[in-house]
């Protein structure tokens, strides 16, 4: 199958000549590079350090002087030229490197001409630009793909310090769930290259990476929610369902209810009790989108209205 065909376009303004190599190496991925443009004001002296970047790497500057003080005049030239090259249908996707948002409407309307649309920006760039690309990488982890504990380092930190850029990985292993048991429910085992397919349409900007992982096999294989299956070639998630868990978790409910005795027991309460005794307790893990769900599932209670509430009773 013939390699796609894709356009680097680059804001100098607003990203770091140590980033070139990374950006190219990273392209080898997607397809062939057909257009390297980088836009600048080329007479600054700030543009003095990637013109050695420029040869080297066969990129073609396109000059834009400032004509307005404090202006970006860069955006309109590139937002110009990526609307020309779409026109001219010779190739399959773009990718925009830029830190900056007000790229966020051009990657829209690529898309909407179906193209596949690359971002590539530091950390700080805004999520609208980020979900306004089909696949978005942050730099740094580029650059430090190299070195594994720098990775490694780069990814636990931004964890730690839970970046507003970085998809929580609550929320990934709660996606995940509903992946595999809305598979469950149709009887369909889950592969692990639906769980990225999935998780890239709904996260343009999801990376392993960010959280210290090369690969996602690996990422879904250490956590304790899920269980990773080989079959032949294809790999498998399921999740991992500690049965003893769910065992403790309905009897102690069960005789919770039992201790309140005719008078029941508030369903809010009653969930604030298993969350203290059993803190690490998912009832999506066990196939239940809710904790009242679980209680709703054990026959011997049963769940009424009272008042404004709800309450448990023994049946």
């Not at 898309?111 to 609208?128: A, D, F, L, Q």
């Not at 929610?225 to 069960?254: A, E, N, P, Q, Y």
Request: hydrophobic residues 35%; proline residues 1%; aromatic residues 10%.
């Amino acid at each position: 199958m013939e390699d796609k065909r894709y356009a680097v376009l680059i804001d100098s303004d607003n990203i770091s000549s140590k980033y070139i190599s990374s950006i190219l190496d990273e392209m080898t991925k997607y397809g062939v590079v057909t257009y390297k443009r980088i836009y600048g004001d080329w007479t600054s002296t700030q543009a003095n350090k990637w013109k050695t970047q420029l040869m080297e790497n066969s990129i073609t500057p396109i000059q834009q002087f400032r004509n307005t003080v404090g202006k970006n005049a860069t955006d309109s030239t590139l937002i110009i030229d990526a609307m020309d090259i779409l026109y001219t249908h010779s190739v399959d996707g773009f990718c925009i490197v830029s830190s900056d948002g007000d790229f966020t409407r051009l990657a829209s309307r690529l898309r909407e001409s179906g193209m596949h649309v690359i971002g590539m920006g530091e950390s700080k760039t805004p999520r609208s630009f980020r979900a306004a690309c089909t696949v978005f990488t942050d730099l740094e982890l580029l650059l430090f793909q190299t070195d594994d504990n720098a990775v490694a380092k780069e990814g636990k930190s931004k964890g730690k310090k839970k970046s507003e850029n970085v998809i929580p990985l609550k929320n990934i292993e709660n996606d995940i769930i509903e992946i595999i048991t809305e598979n469950d429910n149709r009887g369909k085992e889950t592969g692990l290259g639906e769980i990225g397919s999935r998780l890239q349409k709904k996260y343009s900007d999801f990376d392993v990476r960010n959280y210290g992982y090369s690969s996602l096999s690996t990422f879904i294989d250490e956590t304790a929610v899920f269980d990773v299956k080989r079959k032949d070639s294809t790999v498998f998630v399921g999740l991992h369902t500690d049965k003893d868990m769910k065992k403790r978790v309905k009897r102690f409910t069960i005789d919770t209810v039992a201790e309140n005795g005719t008078k029941g027991i508030e369903l809010g309460y009653l969930g604030q009790k298993i969350h203290e005794e059993f803190p690490t307790f998912n009832a999506r893990e066990f196939g239940y989108a809710t904790l009242s769900k679980f209680i709703y599932g054990i026959k011997d209670l049963k769940v009424e209205s009272s008042g404004s509430s709800m309450k448990v009773y023994i049946r």
